[in-house]
Every structure is written in C-alpha cells, then in structure tokens.
C-alpha cells in the first residue's frame, strides 16, 4: 500500500485560497492516479478532483471547477490541490488517495474550514 500524508488545512475566511498538499512514500509515484475527495459533518464523502498518471489528464466536481486546480510534483511524489475562492461550503475534511493498480490507499485527511 501507498502511505499518503496530507497537509496545508486550516481555518480561511471567505475568499481566501489554501493549498494542501499529499506526499507518497512509493517509489513508482509516476504510475499512479491521484487525487482528493472531502468529507463534510453529517455528509457522505465526496469527489473533489483527480489526475491520471501522467499528469495530462484532470477531472473535477462541478462545485469546485474554475476554484479548484490539482497538480503533482514528480521531484517530490506530491499531489497539490490549490484552493481559491473558498466558500463556508466548502468545509470539510480533505482526503487525498493514491490508485495504484486496482489498490486505492487514503491519507489521514487534513481539516478545512472557511468561515469568517
């Protein structure tokens, strides 16, 4: 399995970017599908943002499209998902995960919270 840790929460007020950050330990980074999914209180995870292997290929929420923007870093085996324009709907917790064939790993999950 892929051991994944997310950073880069925190408390934002309306408007306001973040950006998190998912570093992998696995040394074939290259091959894998990354991306994030959020978990509000009293709701279901959700789909935030993917990126295929090579990078090339993005797909995102309809919520987040035009805000949000996922990238990944080979040097360091880092997913990025840059966040603008937050919203208070937006709060969650961010899970970043890994696809590594047809094993999905999570990380621990990094607190997002846009309030004034």
């Known amino acids: 399995q892929v051991q994944l840790v997310e950073s880069g929460g925190g408390l934002v007020q309306p408007g306001g970017s973040l950006r998190l950050s998912c570093a992998t330990s696995?040394?074939?980074?290259?091959?894998?599908?990354m991306g994030w999914f959020r978990q509000a209180p009293g709701k279901e995870r959700e789909f935030v943002a993917a990126l295929n292997w090579s990078g090339d290929s993005t797909n995102y929420a309809d919520s987040v499209k035009g805000r949000f923007t996922i990238a990944r870093d080979g040097a360091v085996n880092t997913v990025y998902l840059q966040m603008n324009s937050l919203k208070p709907e937006d709060t969650a917790v961010y899970y970043c995960y890994a696809d590594a064939g047809t094993v999905r790993s999570w990380g621990q999950g990094t607190q997002v919270t846009v309030s004034s």
């Open positions: 696995g040394r074939t980074f290259r091959s894998y599908a």
